[in-house]
């Protein structure tokens, strides 16, 4: 059974060979595959979570509306309770004639409902709402401002409660009962309840709204709002609010809520259910969990899918990976099998082609370059040679012009000192202003022979030294040129050979004079030391300098010339210079030892 899968598995690979790479791409599927799990999650996700808002938000209503209901009923029975206790016609009777006895059984009464369990004060009033009579715990828990009792929107021949309001750190309310005969208002009882409710029944309500819910009472008016145990700083939008709808909103804590508001009937007051935003989105997320961990699962079985067929696609491009890299490394022999027709098999056929002319061309450019060097070689030994002949031409020139030419010159300077002598006598001014500038003249060709012999055959160099050398140049060239040059030596017991001490003496010469005639310097410092076994001459100057590079493109012979000496002595040559901020020239020669 082994031989015919091996068959089976040959012909497989051999099919998927004969693919082209385009054919290839859609295996890859995967991609698609993330991508369709992305959208179809993000879409179950956003409307699983919509459909739960929606819902959260209709149960948030009805939430808002048994509370409102409940609150409704608990007033509608303080309210008959107080009725009950009344004795309407005494009360009548006193508002009608005020005789003593109905007084003292009003104030028996008010006294009742006035600290009768949560009540706190009681008060009659007359129809304009005048105190007429007041009993109970004290009158400190009346409000101080009267519009606080009620709301004049409220029906006054009905009983009702009043805003709720605020002494120390309590919540207060005013019930009243209107006092009628034949329909018509005579008085009212006033009677002041201190909202209290415990926390252990706010935590039961919490749990049977759901997690995170808070119920607070306001005044329509929003002056003041309520937990049923404590006043509360809060700022809801009432003027948002609408009947069977909720409202958003962020609080200064950037926290943001859903709430639903509703009226409570007989009552300036709102009941708001509030719950945090992400009370209503907790199923969702847990639903978005799942998704994505279901979305992993599909993913990664994709993800295996295709590296197993990606690794097949892609060994022929790493074998070409492999033989450009070699490539890269100097191995132009490098080849590839091709295996097939496809597209990758014309590539590969291709890479062997461009590898044998890379070959090819890599032996024409060796040879090329193998003959420049040669050439360069031989240019810069021809240039060496050159300045070898050029340095013996100006020797003999300079032993000619000093011994022939000199000789010749002392003879003609003595034999005019002798015609000088022979006609000392003789009265012509005329002659003797003739014999006496011949005289000058001779001198000063004498001179000139001398110093023009002394620099072509580096006089001072072969008697003095090198640091003597450059040192007595200095003084050559300030008195020439007017220019100062500040010389500082640093070197001692510098050993280099005679071609060396010659390089770096021209390249001096060559500086300075290039200062002289394009720098328009008025200072030159020049510095000569031994820095890691190298002989450093620094020349610097604070003239105008020039642009480095532009200098190089133009190939400047001076420059040229100064730079080949220094290859031939075995140094380097560094240039620094900016406009306007002068000229630096470093020559550096290994130290012979």
Not at 282 to 297: C, E, M, R, V
Not at 371 to 389: D, G, P, T, V, W
Not at 491 to 512: C, M, N, P
């Amino acid at each position: 059974m082994k031989k015919p899968d091996l068959l089976n598995s040959r012909k497989r690979s051999y099919f998927l060979q004969q693919l082209s790479l385009r054919q290839r791409i859609p295996l890859l599927i995967c991609l698609l595959l993330c991508s369709v799990i992305a959208i179809f999650s993000l879409i179950s996700y956003i409307s699983f979570r919509n459909l739960e808002m929606k819902a959260g938000k209709i149960r948030l209503i009805s939430l808002a509306s048994q509370a409102s209901t409940m609150i409704e009923e608990s007033l509608k029975e303080i309210i008959r309770d107080t009725k009950e206790a009344l004795p309407e016609k005494t009360v009548q009777q006193y508002l009608q004639n005020g005789t003593a006895g109905s007084k003292n059984a009003i104030l028996t009464l008010l006294e009742y409902i006035g600290s009768d369990g949560t009540s706190v004060y009681a008060e009659l009033r007359d129809s304009s709402f005048h105190i007429l009579l007041s009993a109970g715990k004290g009158p400190g828990y009346r409000p101080g401002n009267l519009t606080l009792l009620a709301d004049t929107s409220l029906n006054k021949s009905e009983s009702r409660t009043g805003n709720i309001y605020q002494i120390n750190d309590s919540i207060y309310y005013s019930v009243i009962i209107p006092i009628t005969d034949n329909k018509k208002v005579i008085g009212y009882i006033t009677r002041y309840r201190l909202v209290k409710i415990t926390s252990k029944l706010i935590e039961q309500f919490s749990k049977l709204a759901g997690r995170g819910a808070a119920l607070y009472i306001g005044n329509r008016d929003g002056s003041l709002w309520t937990d049923l145990v404590h006043p509360v700083p809060y700022q809801l939008p009432v003027s948002q609010f609408s009947k069977g709808k909720t409202f958003e909103y962020t609080q200064n804590d950037n926290s943001k809520f859903i709430s639903a508001a509703q009226y409570i009937r007989g009552t300036p007051w709102v009941a708001v259910l509030e719950f945090p935003h992400q009370a209503f989105s907790q199923s969702s997320k847990q639903f978005f969990n799942w998704l994505i961990i279901a979305g992993l699962i599909l993913i990664g079985g994709g993800i295996a899918a295709a590296w197993l067929m990606s690794r097949h696609l892609t060994r022929p491009l790493n074998t070409l990976t492999a033989a450009a890299e070699a490539i890269a490394d100097g191995n132009y022999i490098s080849n590839v099998v091709v295996r097939g027709d496809d597209e990758v098999g014309k590539l590969e056929r291709s890479f062997n082609v461009m590898s044998i002319k890379l070959k090819a061309a890599q032996y024409v450019m060796e040879q090329q370059i193998i003959e420049a060097k040669q050439m360069n070689e031989q240019l810069r030994n021809f240039s060496a040679h050159m300045e070898n002949i050029r340095e013996e031409e100006r020797l003999h020139i300079a032993r000619e012009m000093h011994d022939e030419l000199g000789q010749l010159l002392t003879g003609f300077k003595m034999d005019v000192y002798l015609l000088k002598r022979k006609l000392a006598g003789y009265e012509d001014a005329g002659i003797a202003e003739k014999i006496h500038s011949l005289e000058n003249a001779a001198g000063e060709a004498i001179q000139f022979v001398r110093r023009l012999s002394s620099e072509l055959r580096l006089g001072p160099l072969e008697d003095l030294g090198l640091v003597a050398a450059l040192e007595w140049y200095c003084g050559e060239f300030t008195k020439r040129y007017h220019i100062p040059v500040t010389f500082t030596n640093a070197a001692t017991g510098v050993q280099a050979s005679a071609l060396v001490k010659t390089g770096l003496f021209r390249i001096y010469q060559e500086s300075l004079t290039n200062i002289a005639r394009h720098a328009n310097a008025t200072h030159v410092t020049v510095s000569f030391n031994i820095i890691n076994d190298h002989l450093s001459l620094i020349i610097k100057d604070n003239g105008k300098g020039f642009n480095a590079r532009t200098s190089e493109k133009r190939k400047t012979l001076g420059l040229l010339g100064m730079n080949e000496r220094a290859m031939m002595i075995g140094g380097t040559l560094k240039i620094t210079s900016v406009k306007g901020n002068g000229t630096v020239v470093e020559i550096t020669v290994p130290v012979t030892k």
